[in-house]
């Protein structure tokens, strides 16, 4: 398997919450800047066609992530205005559910309740996104969540922006100035963070945390996500008559290819 097994800040339970909502803040933007809220878009409509789910449960939501950008996406094609999503995680934080469930949008929830992503019969019904998150789970927890989906019959679409193509010697070699790369396009993005607090301008611009924990997030997250032939690796033990499992790039409209994807679906 090409993947390797590396550490990321927001993996460990003692990392702040306020960190971790300051650094999503960014990759929201950077998604959003690349199109990525589009690409999901149509992949939903795509896997909402083949199936009868209703509702959309993100797993491991976090802050929120680009999914609520998906979903006015999606509700911009025709015959999904009225499609709803629920975010869901396994350590909800109350101010973001407070934030989503007061703010006048009943077709954007969270739930309250914790939900376990390798246990997809405990979350609620409907079709099960992961959305960039699929990468933390190790092998043996990514094969349970495929298989959750399957044994339960759920329809899952789990997505990462990026691919792991590049040689692990050759990650590591460029590593120092892709880390300072990054940092440059944090102090870049920063002012286009909305709402703004204090914690992003000054754990930006005078103690520089966010921008070294943004940077080494994003670049080790590289050889933690799942190639196309890892994810091979993953599914044959899954076959199942009853289900159908599909994987591959995912496209932009002008066709151009951004980040990967699998898909779930029970046949009936």
Same mark, same amino acid.
């Given at each position: ?17 306020? #960190? ?6 960014? !990759? /929201?933007? =950077?998604?959003?800047?690349? &199109?990525?809220?589009?690409? %999901? $878009? ?5 896997? #909402? ?6 509702? !959309? /449960?993100? =797993?491991?939501?976090?802050? &929120?992530?680009?999914?609520? %950008? $998906? ?198």
């Amino acid at each position: 398997m090409k993947r390797v097994q590396l550490f990321e800040f927001e993996d460990f339970s003692w990392f702040p919450s306020w #960190l971790r909502t300051c650094m999503t803040n960014l !990759i /929201v933007i =950077l998604q959003k800047m690349m &199109g990525i809220d589009k690409v %999901l $878009a149509t992949l939903i409509a795509d896997v #909402l066609q083949k199936t009868s789910a209703k509702k !959309i /449960v993100d =797993l491991g939501s976090g802050s &929120g992530g680009v999914m609520p %950008l $998906a979903i006015e996406s999606l509700h911009r094609i025709a015959g999904f205005e009225d499609i709803v999503l629920l975010m869901t995680d396994l350590y909800p934080n109350e101010e973001l559910v407070k934030k989503f469930n007061t703010d006048g949008n009943d077709k954007i929830r969270y739930n309250e309740m914790a939900v376990d992503a390798t246990n997809i019969a405990s979350a609620p019904g409907g079709l099960k996104t992961m959305v960039n998150s699929f990468h933390h789970m190790r092998p043996v927890d990514a094969k349970r969540i495929l298989l959750s989906a399957q044994e339960n019959a759920q329809p899952l679409l789990i997505y990462e922006m990026a691919e792991n193509k590049i040689p692990i010697l050759i990650w590591w070699l460029l590593l120092p100035l892709s880390l300072i790369i990054v940092m440059l396009m944090v102090l870049c993005m920063t002012p286009f963070v909305r709402p703004m607090t204090w914690q992003q301008l000054v754990f930006t611009y005078l103690i520089p945390i966010i921008p070294i924990c943004y940077a080494w997030d994003g670049q080790a997250s590289l050889p933690r996500m799942y190639a196309l032939k890892d994810i091979e690796e993953l599914l044959p033990d899954l076959r199942d008559e009853n289900y159908v499992w599909e994987y591959d790039q995912a496209t932009k409209a002008n066709g151009k290819k951004l980040g990967t994807y699998i898909v779930g679906f029970p046949k009936s």
